[in-house]
């Protein structure tokens, strides 16, 4: 089965830094691509869903690019500020799955430092 | 517009007593539904998922069980609680047609098992 691979497991940079975290998957027919934020004792909030057919999206502060050749996805955080200081999960799924087929990235630790 | 509510917010109970926690979604005809557990650390662990009442399907077996006693309800409960069942425990829902694998979480239960 798809196997997610999530690094780094904990980020720490300066406000106005850059950020970058990078999940490698396995199965070359995953299709959709998820982004997940998790802010200190709260839940999980949907960052931006990506497909395989787009390579590079922009949502507000952040771009997520996706390389189906090396079978990467990856996080850039531009700007970073304190309220970019959360956890972050990629998921990733195949085309006809439902989200019982979804599989996480173990998640990284972002700390944004004043 | 959907809602998500988890119940109750947080528990701390004794290792071998019971447990129930619920699940209610608002907004959305026949939901799949999904329970998570993410232990201390971060990684997301999917428990359960439910395409229909009354049907649940286990994906990991750790002395929980689940029910879909309503279309817009699920619940999580176990006879005896284990130290090792601590942790946040997260209910989620998809669309059963269309983005059937893009999840949007609940609050979440914190559980504390003593």
């Known amino acids: 089965g798809e196997q997610v691979e999530q690094r780094p497991p904990h980020l720490s940079v300066r406000e106005g830094d850059s950020a970058v975290i990078t999940c490698t998957y396995t199965?070359?027919?995953?299709?959709?691509f998820f982004w997940y934020k998790q802010e200190p004792g709260a839940s999980l909030q949907l960052l931006m869903k990506v497909f395989s057919s787009t390579e590079i999206n922009e949502g507000q502060g952040f771009t997520v690019l996706l390389n189906k050749k090396d079978k990467r996805l990856s996080l850039n955080l531009t700007a970073a500020h304190p309220g970019d200081s959360a956890a972050y999960f990629c998921?990733?799924?195949?085309?006809?799955?439902?989200?019982?087929?979804?599989?996480f990235g173990k998640g990284t630790q972002l700390i944004i430092q004043p | 517009a959907q809602t998500i509510h988890q119940w109750p917010v947080a528990e701390i109970k004794a290792v071998g007593s019971p447990l129930s926690l619920g699940c209610t979604i608002k907004?959305?005809?026949?939901?799949?539904l999904y329970w998570y557990w993410q232990a201390t650390g971060g990684t997301l662990q999917q428990l359960f998922y439910?395409?229909?009442?009354?049907?649940v399907e286990s994906v990991v077996q750790l002395n929980l069980s689940a029910s879909r006693p309503k279309d817009d309800q699920f619940i999580l409960s176990t006879e005896k609680l284990l130290l090792s069942h601590s942790g946040f425990y997260l209910c989620a829902w998809s669309p059963h047609w269309g983005s059937q694998n893009t999840l949007y979480f609940g609050a979440g239960t914190r559980l504390s098992v003593l």
């Open positions: 998921a990733v799924s195949g085309g006809t799955g439902g989200a019982d087929r979804l599989t």
């Open positions: 907004g959305k005809s026949s939901p799949n």
């Open positions: 439910s395409i229909t009442v009354g049907q």
């Open positions: 199965d070359p027919n995953s299709y959709y």
